[in-house]
C-alpha cells in the first residue's frame, strides 16, 4: 500500500428526462455543469446508464470529481438535419478544431435531448480549460 495515498470524491448528479413523448433533459444540464465546476468540482463524464421499454434513457448522470483546480466549461450545441438520417448541420470537427486552438479541452460529445422516433435532436460538444490564477473554493 501507498503511504498519503489520497481517494478520489466523486459526486454524481442525476437529471431526469421527460417522458415517452418528450425524452428531453427536465433540468438544464448545462447549469449544474456551471454551479458545481464553479464550487471546485471537475466534470469527469455524462452518462445514460438506465434505458426505458422504449428503448430511450430514463435519465443521465452528471459525474464530477473533485479537485482543487477551477475549471470553466463551454458548450457548443450542434443541430442536426434530416427526420430519419439526422445529420450534423455543421462540421463538429471544425469546432474541435477551432476551440483546440483556443485552448480548450474536449471533455464529451453528448446527445441530451431524443426525439420521439428515439434519434438525438441535437449534440452538444463540451470543452474545459483549468481557469488561470483562480482561487479555488
Known sequence: MIANQSLAEYK???I???GI???VPKED???VIAEYSSKG???VQIFAPGMSNNGLPKFFDVIFEKTQQLYEYKIIKIELGGIFNPVPKEDYTK????YSAKGWNLVQIFAP???N???PKFFDVIFERPIQNANSW
Do not use: D, R, S
Open 113 to 115: 435531448g431524443m426525439a
Open 12 to 14: 454524481i448528479v442525476k
Open 16 to 18: 431526469e428526462l421527460g
Open 21 to 23: 413523448f418528450n425524452p
Open 117 to 119: 422516433n428515439g434519434l
Open 41 to 43: 468540482w471537475h466534470l
Open 95 to 98: 469546432v474541435i478544431a477551432e
Open 29 to 31: 444540464y448545462t447549469k
